[in-house]
């Protein structure tokens, strides 16, 4: 390996719970790197205890935070994100030009990590895009192959996923296939499946205590999908009640910040006081290796996060996905495609548990993605890449 007479200042931007499970391996391997000094940065919605307050994760992990940015504006709406991008931008133009960073780190195709690079971009600092070139439904396909033609270098999940960055324009030696870093975490936190789950659903949530046993309750994450965020509240209730119909011990997270994502409290909350069921735990955040356990130990997730189609193909998890969120998105033999009707999603959560299993997969990753990405990071030369018009 080759070692630099300065080292390398990495600049990690987390701004939501499920970034930092994603890349929690690869910020260890940044940290412990002899070419490599990490500055993390923690904005938006993983500063809020509404959305569960990631922050106090990652500080409990021993990380230290370098910049706290908070540019998220309350309203769960179109104009909301659209208005939350714009001061991620400037925001982040403020600590970028105090840490002066090699490269700054983005990751996915979320709104606020589409300002964080359009203000590195401008500020003549590289970027690196993690899990660019999928495919998937709503205005998140769009802002991650916005995200690409902003990076400099490209640290993509699937091969699939890399023909497509190369497809867009990209330079082929920018574009590296280093698997998903959260399986990474995925396959060491279940190499033990032990859960005390009375424990677990004492100290997290809001809900009953359960006590349950392996592959005998529901895992269900549903976001909300942008484009269709005025029928989030309709969306939800039929999950819901074709969740209460099976009466299946469940453990339930609340939704990301998005457009809808009120829309899908409102109906958590209404389901919870007209109903009471004894048998749903709600969650808004855990531990990500706690959370992964909870995810192998499931007879089946349900929803619509990405989860249900990364980490559960490489933990052999049933899946059931709902809606067009995750339309396009490479998936495993494990996965099953819904509409939102809850008859539809019944058979389907039906099906899965008279299937049960699936043979682990490693279509995203084998384990190993964090040190692969750091020392991509430390032996590629990071430039701006000059781009000529006629």
């Not at 590195?120 to 192959?145: C, F, L, W």
């Amino acid at each position: 390996m080759r070692h630099q007479s300065r080292r390398r200042k990495i600049a990690v931007v987390v701004t939501y719970r499920g970034a930092y499970a994603r890349l929690k391996t690869f910020l260890q391997a940044v940290r412990n790197h002899p070419d490599l000094e990490l500055h993390l940065i923690v904005g938006a919605s993983a500063l809020l205890e509404k959305y569960g307050g990631a922050v106090n994760v990652i500080e409990a992990d021993g990380f230290e935070i370098a910049a706290r940015i908070y540019f998220v504006l309350e309203g769960e709406n179109p104009v909301t994100m659209a208005k939350t991008t714009g001061m991620g931008i400037m925001e982040l133009a403020t600590v970028l030009d105090n840490l002066r960073p090699d490269a700054v780190v983005v990751i996915g195709d979320r709104y606020e990590s589409l300002g964080i690079a359009a203000a590195a971009a401008y500020m003549n600092t590289p970027v690196v895009h993690v899990q660019g070139g999928e495919v998937t439904g709503s205005i998140d396909e769009k802002v991650r192959h916005a995200i690409t033609k902003l990076a400099d270098l490209h640290l993509v999940a699937t091969e699939g996923a890399a023909e497509r960055v190369k497809r867009l324009g990209e330079a082929e030696d920018t574009v590296f296939v280093t698997g998903c870093s959260s399986i990474d975490l995925a396959a060491t936190s279940t190499k033990d499946r032990t859960v005390d789950f009375p424990g677990l659903t004492q100290q997290y949530g809001a809900g009953p205590v359960l006590d349950l046993a392996a592959g005998k309750y529901l895992l269900v994450m549903q976001h909300p999908v942008t484009t269709e965020y005025e029928d989030m509240y309709e969306h939800i209730h039929e999950t819901l009640m074709a969740i209460f119909e099976l009466k299946m011990p469940t453990l339930w997270f609340w939704p990301n910040v998005d457009a809808g994502s009120d829309k899908i409290s409102k109906g958590l909350r209404v389901f919870r006081e007209k109903y009471q069921p004894s048998f749903v735990h709600f969650f808004k955040n855990m531990p990500p290796e706690k959370f992964y356990k909870v995810v192998v130990n499931s007879a089946c997730m349900i929803g619509s996060s990405s989860v249900g189609i990364r980490e559960t193909s490489f933990l052999g998890v049933p899946s059931v996905t709902i809606g067009t969120r995750q339309a396009g998105r490479e998936r495993g033999p494990n996965v099953m495609d819904v509409g939102y009707d809850r008859a539809e999603i019944l058979r389907a959560i039906r099906s899965q548990l008279v299937h049960g299993p699936y043979t682990p997969s490693t279509l995203y990753g084998d384990g190993r993605a964090g040190e692969r990405m750091a020392d991509i990071l430390a032996d590629t030369q990071l430039k701006i890449e000059k781009r000529i018009t006629y």
